[in-house]
T-cell receptor, first 114, second 112 residues
């Protein structure tokens, strides 16, 4: 089954404790991206990757890191989480850049930073 | 700077009636528009799209209309069904963009 898999789905952590949210897709997609969803703000892009070893900042990259060492994986790293990073996070992928193609989303990871 | 706006946070419709969800955009470079549907505890899923060279695209009960001069698009659902109850996100992109720009979403509730 074609899918984007994120882990963990739910996480409560404390300020400053490094964490990684993993994302994996099995569709051989070149493009991958991370979004966060916040009330009243919709979905905002954090980082994206056009291919292996090619990553770039989205609209809200502060406090996040990413890496793309393999085509299928695109982990999101919070080196020192803060309460303003409490949010619902979505990983997404598409065959190429998504301007004419649909994005496939994971089920989301709800993160709470205390 | 919200380039894609969905000014109605919520919409309630009775089963069988038409649901009309609206979206406005500000960036004239946008040339492709999409609608996504999101159920609770799930990721958004693609619903329907339209290129800027068209003004209408239809897929079953779902029709998207694009008015380029007004920078406005709308999603029509006819007839509405309780299973359509979800949050609907409008999104836009351009050939030079590396992302989809999403609106804030409209929560649709279809009551039996």
């Amino acid at each position: 089954e074609a899918q984007v898999t994120q882990n963990p789905r739910y996480l409560i952590t404390v300020t400053g404790k490094k964490l990684t949210v993993t994302c994996s897709q099995n569709m051989n997609h070149e493009y991958m991206s991370w979004y966060r969803q916040d009330p009243g703000l919709g979905l905002r892009q954090i980082y994206y990757s056009m291919n292996v070893e090619v990553t770039d900042k989205g609209d809200v990259p502060e406090g996040y890191k990413v890496s793309r060492k393999e085509k299928r994986n695109f982990p999101l790293i919070l080196e020192s989480p803060s309460p303003n990073q409490t949010s619902l996070y979505f990983c997404a992928s598409s065959l190429m850049r998504p301007n004419t193609g649909e994005l496939f989303f994971g089920e989301g990871s709800r993160l709470t930073v205390l | 700077d919200q380039q894609v706006k969905q000014n109605s946070p919520s919409l309630s419709v009775q089963e069988g009636r038409i649901s009309i969800l609206n979206c406005d955009y500000t960036n004239s470079m946008f040339d492709y528009f999409l609608w996504y549907k999101k159920y609770p505890a799930e990721g958004p899923t693609f619903l329907i799209s339209i290129s800027s060279i068209k003004d209408k695209n239809e897929d079953g009960r779902f029709t998207v209309f694009l008015n380029k001069s007004a920078k406005h698009l709308s999603l029509h659902i006819v007839p509405s069904q309780p299973g359509d109850s979800a949050v609907y996100f409008c999104a836009a992109s351009a050939i030079s963009f590396q992302k989809l720009v999403f609106g804030t979403g409209t929560r649709l509730l279809v009551s039996p």
